[in-house]
């Protein structure tokens, strides 16, 4: 844990792509690793995480910080949840927003919306906004197959300086469970956001 490093902040944002089990293992590695994470969760990522796992997680932000904040008490990182049209939140203005934001998963909708600047809610414009500011912003895209349209948002964002970082785990570190695919793509993220972890161990490393 690096609780003796300055202290990073992350937006996280989760929609409703397939995959929502790839943005919570984020928050939780996050918050391992001291980082204060805004988090973000469409309306549709909420009912794909009633549909993909045990949790019913609270659709009010202050609900959702208190519990996820009860859950990860453990952890030296701090979670803000945000709601859809919180104008205010830290992550809408390039005054405020951190200096890295990941959404993961990413839905073709949303990816859509960031190539189109369409920012009709929270998780939009902040995405907008590391654009705009040129911070890093990385899109856990999830889609299968991928037609003209979501190729070319795709382009235009990589274009535009996002790292498109596609849910597909690779096989080489002999995955023995469905948390091991899992662990996989966020600890290629973790890589990213430059954050320590232990999840999948460098290639050259043994
Ligand atoms: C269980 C479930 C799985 C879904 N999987 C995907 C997916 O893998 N990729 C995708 O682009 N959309 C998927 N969708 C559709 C999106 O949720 C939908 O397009 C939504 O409008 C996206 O909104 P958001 O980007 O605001 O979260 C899924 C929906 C459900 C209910």
């Known amino acids: 844990m690096s609780t003796d490093k300055q ?5 996280l944002a989760i929609t409703g792509a397939t995959g929502v089990q790839y943005g919570l ?18 309306k549709a990522a909420h009912l794909v995480i009633e549909v993909e796992t045990p949790e019913k997680l609270p659709a009010n932000a202050d609900k959702l910080t208190e519990q996820l904040s009860e859950r990860y008490a453990h952890l030296a990182g701090k979670v803000k949840a945000y709601g859809r049209e919180d104008w205010f939140a830290p992550a809408a203005s390039g005054s405020g927003a951190a200096s890295s934001m990941v959404v993961c998963p990413c839905s073709g909708g949303t990816l859509s919306a960031l190539a189109t600047g369409a920012s009709n809610n929270l998780i939009e ?3 907008d906004v590391a654009l705009k500011e040129k911070r890093q912003l990385i899109l856990v895209t999830r889609e299968m197959p991928l037609h ?40 290629r993220v973790m890589d990213h956001l430059g954050l320590d972890q232990q999840l999948v161990a460098k290639w050259g490393e043994s």
């Open 25 to 42: 293992r984020l928050l939780e590695c996050l918050l391992a690793q001291n980082c204060a994470v805004d988090l973000l969760i469409s």
């Open 125 to 127: 414009r902040a995405g």
């Open 148 to 187: 003209q349209v979501h190729l070319e948002h795709m382009l235009k964002l990589a274009q535009m300086g996002a790292v498109i970082m596609p849910a597909s785990p690779g096989f080489y570190h002999q995955p023995k469970s469905v948390e091991d695919l899992i662990d996989f793509v966020v600890a």
């Open 7 to 11: 202290q990073k902040r992350v937006t």
